[in-house]
């Protein structure tokens, strides 16, 4: 899956998102697509790095600390 697809996706999930909201006003929307992108994300990079922390903050180009702060958040610690 290259980027544009990744973005293409996004984009798709967001329009369907405003037509299911049927007239109400958004709200957090930038929240909404962070964790529902994120967590998934999370967890399927630590499971493709075979639990190991530091190749999983490798594999998203963030460090270690950031990736152990971010998995706590999301309770996948």
Request: charged share 30%; aromatic share 8%; no cysteine.
């Amino acid at each position: 899956m290259s980027n544009n697809e990744i973005a293409e996706s996004v984009y798709r999930t967001l329009d369907r998102y405003f037509r299911d909201l049927d007239g109400e006003k958004p709200v957090a929307i930038y929240e909404l697509v962070m964790k529902n992108a994120e967590r998934p994300m999370l967890e399927f990079v630590l499971r493709r790095a075979n639990g190991n922390q530091t190749a999983a903050a490798e594999m998203l180009g963030i460090n270690r600390n950031t990736l152990r702060r971010k998995l706590s958040e999301y309770d996948l610690l």
